[in-house]
């Protein structure tokens, strides 16, 4: 089990990345999204949609396995699944704007 730790160390996992302030992180150099994110969600409601399914369900999977584990490689795969949906919301996205 984990030491204990002082409240200001015990916020979600999320809030350890940088640039993971509750503001959708879609964005670029012509255009940024700044709706607001609900707790538990990687992006807005708006931008979520546009994530195709199969990633959409590679996001969740491998954030529930994280939570399971915390294993550093399931964080990983985490990561990896958080950037892939945001790379292809900003694909799709780019001839928009
Ligand atoms: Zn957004």
């Known amino acids: 089990m984990a030491p204990h730790l002082p409240d200001h160390q015990r916020l979600p996992v999320t809030t350890r990345l940088p640039g993971t302030r509750r503001e959708c992180p879609i964005g670029g150099e012509l255009y940024s999204c700044s709706r607001t994110v609900k707790a538990g969600h990687l992006m807005c409601p708006y931008h979520w949609r546009q994530v195709p399914k199969n990633l959409q369900s590679d ?24 950037l892939a949906a945001i790379t292809e919301v900003e694909r799709i996205n780019r001839g928009r704007h």
Do not use: G
């Not at 490689?73 to 958080?82: G, I």
């Open 59 to 82: 996001v969740w999977r491998t954030w529930r396995k994280f939570n399971r584990t915390h294993a550093d490689d399931d964080w990983k795969a985490y990561l990896e699944a958080r």
